[in-house]
């Protein structure tokens, strides 16, 4: 069988699948069976599949995902996330746009101790949105940075989809969790960029209104109890990390102990809040698990039947310069954002994109973070970006998708910016990690 004959065969069953409504994991290893009994010879490939699939989820490289959900979920559920919001919204004061900049620092926060993306806009949607409705903000202005703002939770670390990445793509956890925190750091201050243009252009789009000012006293105390242990959580993750002292797993295990350590010191962990977040890490790492194991074995077969060779053979062949091939690669992922969800995204293009793009010479924790840049922006690409239905759901009830996809518009081109960025200077993600 040809190349591109294996190659429409397995992605063919997996497409049939999942139109008729079958979950995307049990269509991969539909698919996978099927495939092993053509490619593999029999029943002899099918339990040769089985066992090198099982293999993968034995990985040590795997355990940070349900510690990292661990810590997001306790986070979203014992109350810290709320405590950090109220305090960075009494630092701001009087700021034009104050909600607004609040929603991006106080997001960021939240984003980067909860990686999730869904969680984080859940709850900046339902906190912020009525308040700076009743304020008079423009949807612009209160829609747009929640749905940025939540998308950060892919880049910078811990991100459990940056870490299930990384395992898809046999990429280095640690190098590809530091190398998002600049990228990151610096897409916020462009969230920061926008809202400030915005305030300028239209000074209606977030009216100014009174409020308590704080003594100086007040907002020192705020930051050191209630933004300080939060980002301090973080900071220790990382600094561990970068360090040597630990490795992400062992930094994960220390990041969801800190938050049990916050929740109890604050008097806010319960055991309803503890049952929660374990039955949400829970959900989350099983469905995490199958993915891991559908796409070892999909990965297998499209080597073993020979259309990854013969794909990288075709892509090449064009003889395009390697930056038009980025390119290409990424619109791919922007395309099938309108229509899926990031954990497919990545199941039906790691296999294919990331030996090819070690064939056209890219670093790949490099290109990996190109990648989840092109999953946050596919968080949030009209018609059917998940984070746009997750907005509506938690909006006022006049909101309609028009409105959304309108305030989402100027922070995907912030993204847009910051792909250009690392493009032209790579070193904007790499200059961390080489030094990890």
Request: hydrophobic residues 60%; charged residues 10%.
């Amino acid at each position: 069988m040809a190349w591109f004959e294996a190659l429409g065969l397995l992605l063919g069953i997996i497409v049939v699948l999942m139109a008729v409504g079958m979950p995307v994991a049990i269509a991969f290893l539909a698919a996978n069976l099927a495939g092993a009994w053509i490619f593999m010879g029999g029943e002899r490939g099918v339990t040769l599949m089985l066992n090198n699939g099982l293999g993968a989820l034995t990985s040590f490289a795997l355990v940070p995902i349900p510690l990292f959900l661990l810590m997001g979920e306790l986070f979203f559920h014992t109350g810290l996330g709320k405590r950090m919001f109220n305090a960075i919204d009494g630092l701001l004061g009087r700021l034009p746009g104050r909600l607004s900049y609040v929603t991006v620092l106080g997001g960021t926060g939240f984003s980067t101790l909860s990686g999730s993306s869904m969680g984080a806009t859940a709850l900046l949607g339902s906190l912020m949105v009525p308040e700076m409705t009743k304020r008079g903000y423009s949807r612009a202005m209160s829609i747009g940075p929640i749905l940025g703002t939540g998308g950060l939770a892919i880049i910078i670390p811990p991100s459990a989809l940056a870490v299930l990445l990384a395992t898809l793509a046999r990429v280095d956890i640690g190098a590809l969790l530091v190398a998002g925190i600049v990228p990151g750091l610096l897409l916020a201050c462009l969230y920061i960029l926008t809202i400030f243009l915005y305030t300028k252009l239209d000074p209606k789009c977030a009216p100014a209104y009174d409020v308590e000012p704080l003594s100086a006293r007040e907002k020192t105390r705020l930051v050191v109890r209630d933004v300080l242990p939060m980002v301090g959580v973080m900071v220790v993750i990382v600094a561990m990390m970068m360090g040597g002292i630990a490795t992400p797993s062992e930094a994960a295990a220390f990041g969801a102990l800190g938050v049990i350590v916050l929740a109890a010191a604050f008097r806010c962990l319960t055991w309803e809040a503890i049952r929660r977040s374990i039955e949400g890490a829970l959900r989350v790492t099983l469905m995490a698990y199958l993915i891991v194991f559908g796409s070892a074995t999909f990965s297998q077969l499209m080597a073993f039947s020979g259309a990854s060779r013969g794909l990288i053979a075709w892509a090449t062949g064009f003889d395009l310069d390697p930056v038009l091939m980025l390119l290409a690669m990424f619109a791919v992922l922007l395309v099938l954002g309108m229509f899926m969800e990031q954990i497919s995204m990545m199941l039906l293009t790691v296999p294919i994109f990331f030996p090819l793009a070690i064939s056209l010479g890219f670093d790949p924790v490099w290109f990996a973070l190109i990648m989840l840049l092109a999953l946050e922006i596919s968080f949030t690409t009209p018609p059917f970006g998940l984070l746009l239905f997750v907005m509506k759901g938690v909006a006022p009830p006049d909101t309609t998708m028009r409105d959304i996809y309108v305030a989402a518009f100027p922070f995907i081109g912030c993204s847009l910016v910051l792909v250009a960025l690392l493009i032209l200077f790579p070193q904007i993600a790499l200059w961390l990690p080489r030094g990890f």
